[in-house]
Every structure is written in structure tokens, then in C-alpha cells.
């Protein structure tokens, strides 16, 4: 066992399993921690995360509802952060529809990982505009569905949806690593 862990830790042959385990292991501890700090009430931190939260509702929810008037040619409205769809469905836009959770996962993923802080510094504000715009895109897909009257929304907006997050976030990091980490690494 400790030969195996040794060769792993040391191997260039199991490189790529090892930097897919480090992105597995801060997106989990990113995850916990963020379950854990929504979860502070208590000044600045409670009132900070209420204004942000509260502020990404309405920007989603305008965004979002912008993008299916315009683009799509839908009548939606808006009413009690809901976007009304003209056949009664109705998406709600609440603090797990703002992608502030993926945000400061990519912030933090980016910040912790290995890589040249040269490319940090705007590769950084990149992936939060990605992420930002995969939330809108998201849930413009989730009013597709809707309108379109599509069986298991629940299972749409769940599972498919969600995971559509994580494979953008895995997709940003594989880019960092391949073009940013491993070629840095190349260079010196």
C-alpha cells in the first residue's frame, strides 16, 4: 500500500488522476464550506450574504426574464421575483437560482489551485462571468422546458440543470490545467 501511494504521489504516469483528485477535493471542501458559512447569521458575514443574495435574485431575475421576452418572443412577466410564463408555469428565482454558490466556487477553486497569477488575475473574472451566464442560460432552458409543457420538470431543473454547472466549473478548470498549469510547467 505504501509503495502504491508513494508511486501515485510521485509518478508523472498518474499526473491527470492526480489533478482531477485535487479538483474533487476542494470542490467538496468549497461545498462544505459554503453550506457552513450561509448558515453564520451574525454581523457582518449574515447581512453581507443577504444583500448579495437579494441583489443576484433581482440581476437573474431580470436577465433571465430579458432573455425570454426578447430573445425568445415569449410574453412572460414578472411578479414576486416569479417570471410567469404565458401557459402558468412560473420560475421563481431564489438564493439557489443566483449561482453564488458556483461563483465563489470558482473563485475559491481558482485562488487555491496551482498556476501563474498572472493568468489568475483575469482568468479569475472570466470564469465568474462564465458562471454567471451558464446560471442565465440554465434557467432559460428551464423555461424551455416549461413552455414546451415538458414531463419531469423536477427532474430537469434537479438533475440535468444543476449538473450543467459542474460540467461548465469542470470544463473552466480542465482549460486552466492544460493551458495555464501544465504548459507553465512545461516553460520553466
Given at each position: 500500500m505504501a509503495k502504491f501511494l508513494n508511486d501515485f504521489l510521485k509518478d508523472p504516469r498518474y499526473r491527470s488522476v492526480r489533478d482531477v483528485f485535487l479538483f474533487i477535493i476542494i470542490?467538496?471542501?468549497?461545498?462544505?464550506?459554503y453550506k457552513f458559512w450561509?448558515?453564520?447569521?451574525?454581523?457582518?458575514?449574515?447581512?453581507?450574504?443577504e444583500r448579495v443574495i437579494v441583489l443576484m435574485e433581482n440581476v437573474v431575475l431580470r436577465q433571465t426574464w430579458w432573455i425570454i421576452v426578447n430573445v425568445l418572443q415569449n410574453h412572460a412577466t414578472i411578479r414576486d421575483n416569479t417570471i410567469w410564463?404565458?401557459?402558468?408555469w412560473g420560475i421563481m428565482i431564489g438564493d439557489g437560482c443566483t449561482g453564488l454558490k458556483q461563483i465563489i466556487q470558482v473563485l475559491l477553486l481558482f485562488l487555491i489551485y496551482p498556476g501563474p497569477w498572472k493568468h489568475k488575475a483575469w482568468f479569475i473574472p472570466a470564469g465568474i462571468i462564465i458562471v454567471h451566464l451558464t446560471n442565465i442560460v440554465r434557467i432559460v432552458l428551464l423555461a424551455i422546458a416549461m413552455n414546451l409543457n415538458l414531463p419531469n420538470i423536477?427532474?430537469?431543473?434537479?438533475?440535468?440543470?444543476r449538473f450543467?454547472?459542474?460540467?461548465?466549473?469542470?470544463?473552466m478548470w480542465l482549460v486552466w490545467e492544460e493551458k495555464f498549469v501544465r504548459s507553465d510547467k512545461v516553460t520553466k
Open positions: 470542490t467538496i471542501l468549497i461545498h462544505i464550506c450561509i448558515h453564520i447569521h451574525y454581523y457582518p458575514i449574515g447581512g453581507l450574504y410564463l404565458p401557459n402558468h423536477h427532474f430537469i431543473h434537479d438533475q440535468i440543470l450543467f454547472f459542474y460540467v461548465v466549473i469542470f470544463g
